[in-house]
């Protein structure tokens, strides 16, 4: 019951998506106050806010407000934004600054769409009794076809809603704020999860602590690093221009202020706090190859739907094909693609090179159709190029993901998507930039306009930074994950391998919580078996995992609840642990 009337509030975001904001270059134009590079880079505007702002929404959802208070916020913002973009549509002069006040709070509510509120919807699916990563991936599987099912209930709303633009500003401020009520109406049925912190903090406070240290001489011995468990000096990723992170983790040698004083004043980093932000930040190089491809992105909101409103959109008894409907097929093929598409981390960098190659014959597709359309021309001819948009963004997005996945540390891999969509957003304001370097291509509308030249310069721009991609995406690894997040495991077997108080040949014993219980793994090849009994009550907890391209992939989030259900709430780690390592 309280899912459905969660997911309500999906149905209203999915609406006001499609109805209005997906298509707002379209009232800009038709407004009459605004030529096309204008409204293209007011759009622009728009869009790459509201990705960039994903990440801070998700941040202090994370470390301050909890996802069900940033929830109620966002949309409270998104409602007051659309309200002002509806009073700002009913004026005839001088509405350019409410207008970019709603901008603004529309990209505030679009932010806390993706970052706490499907996150919160995870919530109300996973319960805490999971306890295996099987039951885990079904109930993510679950939560997704939900989630999936009342967004695209509200975009086939608003592909039939034949209503002007103030008409639809209206209808959305107001399906919003009843969606908004029946949200929390059911308050009392959810699971809420209290703020716990973000990873972003622990970046921060790397960054900051190897600034404060920046005149320390670099160790010469492992022990100058504080929690350093190698015998290593160079904090790994060893990358040259990243060492200056390692000075984070030095203990200083300072008389008035031994060791304890400094943990206890908090100026001390471990060492695998650096190798966790070091990783992150090497994921720089793959991100600047996606600057064109959001580019790319920004088209399929602004100049491939003006072209598509220049063109015939008569068909049988249909008098005009919307703009929505170019939109949902963009999308529909892109989720098609990843409702099929297998996992597959050796395939990562091949799929995102695949993505890059339907970017390119995206803008090749627009440039033939701009070049030889007529006036009679049907715009359905545009309907290549909003597909091979949506196989560049379910190969080239989903396939960023996965590959930030294998190469971070757990802590910070639920922020994959973020991170891609402040990426993207960044790409989105250089298009305002290269619009501004075409300029004499874009006249006041689409007849006036070149944009044949320009779709064409784009996709040359795609060939180049696809072999950018290529050479930069075969300067990673295969197995550049730490080993917080991944083990590999050799060909052997692992037979009972002891650790706890009374070990013997044939079991391991440790505390599980008060108790006592039996630990065994057993396992060859590519698979791995666990067994954790607890004695006091004979519950237990067993776990068969599978190593896809070598690599161990369960969680240890799912690892600990199951655990805890058992009984088991002070060893977890010494156990984790353990097991991590026996794959060396």
């Given at each position: ?23 707002f270059i379209s009232y800009l134009t038709q407004k009459g106050d605004h030529t096309l590079p204008i409204a293209a880079k007011i759009t622009n505007i728009q869009d790459g806010l509201s990705t960039i702002l994903k990440i801070v929404v998700a941040f202090v959802s994370d470390a301050y407000t909890g996802r069900f208070k940033m929830v109620v916020y966002s949309t409270v913002i998104y409602i007051v934004g659309l309200a002002i973009l509806c ?498």
């Amino acid at each position: 019951m309280e899912e459905t009337i969660a997911f309500g509030l999906v149905t209203s975001h999915a609406f006001v998506e499609y109805a209005v904001v997906g298509v707002f270059i379209s009232y800009l134009t038709q407004k009459g106050d605004h030529t096309l590079p204008i409204a293209a880079k007011i759009t622009n505007i728009q869009d790459g806010l509201s990705t960039i702002l994903k990440i801070v929404v998700a941040f202090v959802s994370d470390a301050y407000t909890g996802r069900f208070k940033m929830v109620v916020y966002s949309t409270v913002i998104y409602i007051v934004g659309l309200a002002i973009l509806c009073i700002a549509a009913w004026i005839p002069n001088n509405y350019m600054a409410l207008l970019w006040v709603a901008l603004l709070l529309v990209s505030i509510g679009k932010a806390g769409r993706r970052a706490p509120l499907q996150a919160f919807m995870a919530d109300q699916v996973l319960p805490n009794e999971i306890i295996s990563e099987e039951a885990e991936k079904h109930k993510t599987s679950h939560q997704s076809v939900w989630w999936n099912i009342f967004w695209f209930l509200g975009s086939i709303i608003a592909l039939f809603s034949a209503a002007s633009w103030k008409i639809l500003c209206l209808i959305s401020a107001i399906g919003m704020f009843a969606a908004w009520l029946c949200f929390l109406s059911g308050f009392a049925f959810y699971s809420c999860i209290k703020p716990t912190g973000s990873p972003l903090t622990k970046v921060f406070y790397v960054v900051k602590m190897a600034i404060s240290k920046r005149q320390l001489r670099y160790p010469v011995f492992p022990s100058q690093f504080y929690k350093n468990h190698s015998d290593q000096i160079k904090i790994s990723p060893a990358i040259p221009f990243f060492r200056w992170l390692d000075k984070a983790a030095i203990v200083e040698v300072v008389p008035i202020c031994p060791q304890e004083q400094q943990e206890k004043e908090g100026k001390l980093c471990t060492v695998t706090e650096v190798e966790e932000v070091k990783l992150l930040l090497t994921m720089i190089p793959m991100w600047t190859t996606f600057l064109v491809y959001s580019v790319v992105d920004s088209l399929g909101s602004t100049f491939f739907l003006e072209q598509a409103k220049s063109m015939d959109g008569h068909i049988g008894i249909i008098e005009n094909i919307p703009e929505v409907f170019f939109l949902m097929m963009k999308s529909f093929t892109g989720f098609m693609l990843s409702y099929f598409y297998r996992r597959n981390n050796r395939h990562v960098r091949v799929m995102i090179g695949l993505g890059m190659m339907w970017s390119t014959l995206s803008c090749c597709a627009a440039t033939i159709v701009e070049h030889w359309k007529k006036d009679d021309s049907s715009a359905l001819l545009l309907t290549p190029q909003f597909i091979f948009l949506g196989l560049m963004e379910g190969y080239a997005t989903n396939g960023l993901e996965e590959f930030f996945d294998a190469h971070v540390s757990e802590s910070t891999r639920n922020y994959g998507p973020h991170f891609t969509d402040c990426v993207l957003g960044v790409g989105k304001f250089m298009s305002i930039i290269l619009i501004s370097i075409c300029k004499d291509w874009i006249g006041d509308d689409v007849e006036s306009s070149h944009l044949d030249r320009y779709f064409g310069t784009i996709a040359l721009l795609n060939v180049l930074n696809l072999i950018a991609f290529g050479f930069i995406a075969s300067q990673y690894g295969d197995h550049d994950t730490s080993q917080m997040a991944y083990s590999k495991v050799e060909p052997q077997v692992i037979v009972d391998h002891s650790f706890g108080t009374n070990s013997s040949p044939e079991k391991s014993e440790t505390q599980l919580g008060h108790g006592s219980g039996i630990v065994t793994i057993t396992g060859s090849g590519t698979e791995l078996n666990i067994h954790i009994i607890n004695e006091e009550d004979e519950r237990s907890y067993q776990l068969r995992t599978r190593y896809p391209g070598g690599r161990f992939r369960h969680s240890a989030k799912s690892f600990n609840r199951s655990f805890t259900a058992i009984g088991c709430e002070t060893n977890q780690s010494q156990i984790w642990r353990r097991i991590k390592s026996c794959g060396g």
